[in-house]
């Protein structure tokens, strides 16, 4: 062996074979790519059914609580292994439970309302016109389009392009045919692994450690546990609370709408029971574009609807948003609404619901560790906000406690004349 000071062999040529790799790597980036994608194209379900099997777990872990719970009341030992298997009955008992609500309740609401809206904007089409015509906007080409378009002249047209491409519209209808095969056993497999997943997440946790302390450094095992622990206690928390405040205001909103007789109910509470899931925005884009629909119809029913929304936003943001949501992401607005512009711009929907924990346990870290390097430097940093309102708590402190002593002196004062006037009976009785 060596001095400590230089590298060993076994290190050297780590060293080398790393650098080798990384240079063929390189060299040859268009085929590492294709490999990479080829990789990813074979894991894609395995990732997908991981990603299925982390959202379905939310049900199922609150499940599992209350069959705990139910058990120890019972003065049973709980069984984790039968209250997955609960849990994960009851959880896809639920789901199809509102699929089929949705489907019987809020699907004819928004067919009629779709129905409604076109019948309107027929009605109100030759006033539109009239209004962009005073501007030098003519819908001649709408005008002719509506008036030629008829069933038959569609069905020629299908027929015709049938008969000219017959032999692509088979091989067509043939390489669909096998994409949807694909596709349904892709979604088939990813909700059997998930479902595996799911019944031995707890094997699977103990392993995950295993292999993380077995070939990494202790300090990175125990950071490396550290932030999936908080990713998903993060993750969990925000989907939970913000799936099930995005139901209760689509729900309060449905039953204020329906007693106030409200058009386009269905439609306006479903946009936002979706968009709610987006933090501080997404409310208030759903109550502009339910407006706008209700103005189709009525000027008036929109000012109602614009009163009716903000108070129940108010009665959903006073009383039901900070006892669900609240802390549990525990990131500023500011960096939240980065988060969601960022996910949206990337990912959609989905984007904006992964972006905004990410953001959360990125936040955490950051603040941990300059909160860490600052106590070693022994560094306090306060803005003058902070400075302000600590003078202000030290001044109302010093208040408190004088009041507590003048309370307590005013006491004892009037201990002393009650005892001093007892005194004087008793030595007016012994003379």
């Known amino acids: 062996m060596e001095n400590g000071s230089k590298l060993t062999f076994k290190q050297q040529l780590t060293i080398a074979l790393s650098s080798v790799t990384l240079f063929v790597a390189l060299w040859n980036f268009e085929t590492v790519l294709s490999i990479a994608g080829s990789v990813f194209s074979y894991v894609t379900p395995l990732l997908v059914g991981a990603c299925m099997a982390f959202i379905i ?3 199922i872990r609150g499940f599992e609580k209350f069959f705990a719970w139910i058990q120890r009341k019972l003065h049973l ?39 409604s809206i076109s019948a309107t904007a027929k009605e109100n089409y030759p006033k539109a016109k009239d209004f962009l015509a005073k501007y030098g906007i ?34 067509t209808v043939i390489s669909a045919a096998g994409t949807t095969v694909s596709i349904v056993i892709t979604v088939f497999s990813c909700i059997v692994f998930s479902v595996y997943m799911i019944s031995g997440k707890k094997k699977l946790n103990i392993q995950a450690r295993k292999l993380i302390y077995a070939y990494t450094p202790k300090k990175f095992a125990d950071k490396a546990c550290y932030i999936g622990s ?31 007789r409200l058009p386009y109910t269905g439609i306006i509470c479903v946009l936002t029971g979706i968009l709610a899931l987006i933090p501080y925005v997404g409310a208030l884009s759903s109550c502009v574009l339910g407006a706008a629909l209700i103005l189709l119809t009525s000027p ?60 959360a346990v990125i936040y955490t870290l950051v603040k941990e560790g300059v ?18 309102e600590r003078e202000k708590r030290r001044i109302q402190t010093e208040k408190r406690d004088k009041r507590r002593k003048e309370r307590f002196k005013r006491k004892v004062e009037k201990r002393r004349k009650r005892a001093y006037y007892y005194d004087n009976e008793d030595d007016d009785d012994e003379e």
């Open 371 to 388: 909160g860490n390097r600052l106590h070693k430097k022994g560094i306090v940093v306060e803005s003058p906000l902070e400075l302000e």
């Open 230 to 260: 908080l990713f998903h206690k993060t993750f969990t928390s925000f989907i939970s609370s913000q799936c099930l405040d995005a139901l209760l205001l689509a729900l309060i909103l449905y039953m204020a709408m329906t007693l106030f």
């Open 77 to 115: 030992k709980p069984r984790h292994g039968l209250n997955t298997i609960l849990g994960l009955l009851f959880s896809v008992a639920a789901l199809a439970g509102i699929v089929v609500v949705f489907i019987n309740y809020v699907v004819p609401d928004i067919t009629e309302s779709i129905e």
């Open 138 to 171: 003519e819908l001649q080409g709408v005008e002719n389009f509506i008036k030629d378009f008829s069933v038959d002249k569609v069905l020629d047209l299908v027929s015709g392009y049938i008969k000219i491409n017959s032999k692509e519209m088979v091989n």
């Open 57 to 59: 777990n939310i049900p």
């Open 300 to 359: 008036l029913k929109a000012l109602i609807f614009l009163g009716v929304f903000m108070v129940v936003q108010q009665l959903e943001g006073q009383f039901i948003y900070p006892h669900l949501v609240g802390g549990s992401v525990g990131l500023p607005a500011i960096w939240t609404l980065f988060a969601a512009l960022v996910g949206g711009e990337m990912m959609g929907l989905f984007g904006i619901i992964f972006f905004i924990p990410l953001a």
